[in-house]
Each structure stands twice: as structure tokens, then as C-alpha cells.
């Protein structure tokens, strides 16, 4: 099932939340709305679920316009970022709760609640109470009771957000199975870009209520449209030089020893070892820092050591026309 969104806007006392939203969701993929605390990813969620009317735009579920459905019409699944689970019902009641309230029959009910135990990796569960899981057990269930009802669509909000990092990494990558067996059209809130790289067909990528740009996450990461693109999805450098700004990735920052090439002299100050990549960060003239990361063979070739001088060079910079400099935190800048 496809979902169409149509310059859809909506504000909140005067303040501007979604602005001119036009996207594309195609059927069975997993897109992440993926930006910054404040841009409006979990306002537009909440918008195609229903839970806010847009002041302008329409919303378009498979060539059928659902902008003003009510909110048990629009065949949407919902998880929330805290669970939302009810607290005195047992695993099983909790998954079958949408369906009791559609009348669904008892044996139906506890066949779907044995196939989502399953297909979320807790059979056996089902007699147990939500203070009994673990926090990534909880949103499991989560997960299972928003499909019991079979939606055409999964909305996820920031589902990952409470959990810690192995526990995180872990539901990612059970998350992306999960919807390689479901193929559910699905809908991922995050402010992690990581999180967004690792699981997500596709990106939309937000800020102050606009799409800056959508696509694959190779797409975003090789071909940004903006500074902010640039410097939201991976690292970036950025460096004022004859009245524009370039942006370099660390990985596109290469060292030489001092005196056996052209370009910026810089001093390691900082180097951080994560095994099969180092990251050297570099003190320039005047006090500015430029990032870079090598190989851990590169490393080890040059001999890097803090306090030891270098040349700096770049092997591919990026500048972006009629694009404001501060349209996104950027790293370090460096002089020319």
C-alpha cells in the first residue's frame, strides 16, 4: 500500500510545525523520517495516523484520500516510543487488544497472538504481565499488537529511543527482519542517523518543518542537495576559503608527513583508535581543528603520533549554491 502526502502544513500557536510537506512512501518499503529534535518527523506521523488535522494538504493512502478519516478508519498500526502497553493486561490480552474491539472471535484471537508471539521471538509469553519484560521485550509486544490487525501501514515513533545501545542495535536489526518477512509499509521516526542508515530503504530527512531531501541512504550520504544534508547524515568538515564554503568528509581528508606534500599544515592533537579505522584530529593555524580518518593500515604507515606535524590535502570537497553556511551545525572550520 502507498502513501501520498500532498503539501501538507500544520501549525501550533502560530508556530509553523509542517511546512509544505510533499512526499512519496512506496508500497512495502521502510522510510525513516529522520531529523533533528523540533523538525516536525513526529508531527507528521502523528498527522497520518490521525491523532492531528492538517491546517492544508492532503494525505492519500493507495489512491484514496484519508485526510479528515476518523482515526480507526485509516488501517494504521502505532507504536509509541514509551510502548503504551496496558499495564494489567497479560502479554496475549495486550496483543489481541484491537481485535477484541473489532469483534474478533476468541479462536482467531488466540491464533494471531501465537503467530505474532512467533514472528516477534516470544513464543511462550503470552501469560506473562508487561512489569515482567525486559524493555526490549515491551516493545516487541509493542510491534505485535500494532500488526495483530493486519495494517497496511506501520507507524513507528521513535521506537528505539528509551532503550540502551546493544539492546538498540539488536531491535534494529530484528526490526529490518521482521519487515523482510511483513513487508508492511512502514514509517520510522528517528533523530539517529545511524539508526536511519541501518534499517531504511529510504530516507526523508527534516528540518524546521520541510523536507531537505529524500532518497536511499547511500543517496543522502554520496549526493547531499544541502550543507545541512551534508552535515546531518555522516561527518563533515568545513573550511571558508575565497568567500564560500567547502565541506569534506574525515575520510576524504588524506596525510602526508610534514614537508612530502602540498597543502595544510596541521599537528595531531587527538587520535582515536576504533580498530579497523583511526580518527586524527588536527590542530591548524589560528587555533582550528580539521577531522580525519584513516585506515588502521594508512595509520600505522604513517607512524601518527600525537604532537607529530602533517600535510593536508583533500581528495574530494563538496560546496553547495544558495545555501546559507548556518543552515547546519558544521564540525570545525579551517582557513584558507
Not at 17 to 46: Q, W, Y
Not at 117 to 142: F, K, N, T, W
Request: aromatic fraction near 6%.
Amino acid at each position: 500500500m502507498s502513501l501520498e502526502i500532498q503539501g501538507l502544513s500544520k501549525a501550533f500557536a502560530g508556530t509553523r510545525a509542517l511546512d509544505d510537506i510533499t512526499l512519496d512512501v512506496p508500497s512495502g518499503s521502510l522510510t525513516a523520517l529522520l531529523g533533528p529534535s523540533g523538525c516536525g518527523k513526529t508531527t507528521l506521523l502523528r498527522t497520518i495516523a490521525g491523532f492531528e488535522r492538517p491546517d492544508r494538504g492532503r494525505i492519500v493512502s493507495n489512491g484514496t484520500d484519508i485526510t479528515h478519516a476518523r482515526l480507526g478508519t485509516r488501517d494504521i498500526g502505532f507504536v509509541f516510543q514509551s510502548y503504551a502497553l496496558f499495564p494489567h493486561l497479560t502479554v496475549a490480552d495486550n496483543i489481541a487488544f484491537g481485535l477484541s474491539v473489532r469483534g474478533a472471535a476468541k479462536d482467531e484471537r488466540t491464533t494471531r497472538v501465537a503467530e505474532l508471539l512467533d514472528l516477534v521471538r516470544l513464543p511462550g509469553y503470552e501469560r506473562r504481565m508487561p512489569h515482567q519484560l525486559s524493555g526490549g521485550q515491551r516493545q516487541r509486544v509493542a510491534l505485535a499488537r500494532a500488526l495483530a490487525a493486519k495494517p497496511a501501514f506501520l507507524l513507528l515513533d521513535e521506537p528505539f529511543a528509551a532503550l540502551d545501545l546493544t539492546v538498540r542495535r539488536e531491535l534494529r536489526r530484528w526490526l529490518r527482519s521482521l519487515h523482510e518477512e511483513t513487508h508492511v509499509t512502514t514509517l520510522l521516526v528517528t533523530h539517529d542517523p545511524d539508526e536511519a542508515m541501518d534499517i531504511a530503504d529510504r530516507i526523508v530527512l527534516m528540518h524546521e518543518g520541510r523536507v531537505q531531501q529524500s532518497g536511499s541512504p547511500g543517496a543522502l550520504y554520496a549526493e547531499p542537495a544541502t550543507p545541512f544534508v551534508m552535515t546531518f547524515i555522516g561527518e563533515a568538515n568545513a573550511i571558508e576559503t575565497n568567500g564560500r564554503t567547502l565541506y569534506v568528509r574525515p575520510h576524504d581528508v588524506a596525510l602526508e608527513r610534514a614537508g612530502n606534500a602540498p597543502g595544510i599544515a596541521g599537528t595531531a592533537e587527538r587520535i582515536v583508535d576504533f580498530g579497523s579505522r583511526v580518527q586524527v584530529e588536527l590542530l591548524l593555524d589560528g587555533g582550528r581543528r580539521i577531522v580525519a580518518v584513516l585506515s588502521d593500515a594508512r595509520f600505522r604507515e604513517l607512524g601518527c603520533t600525537v604532537g607529530a606535524s602533517y600535510d593536508i590535502t583533500f581528495t574530494r570537497t563538496r560546496s553547495f549554491a544558495h545555501a546559507p553556511v548556518t543552515a547546519a551545525p558544521v564540525k570545525e572550520e579551517l582557513p584558507a
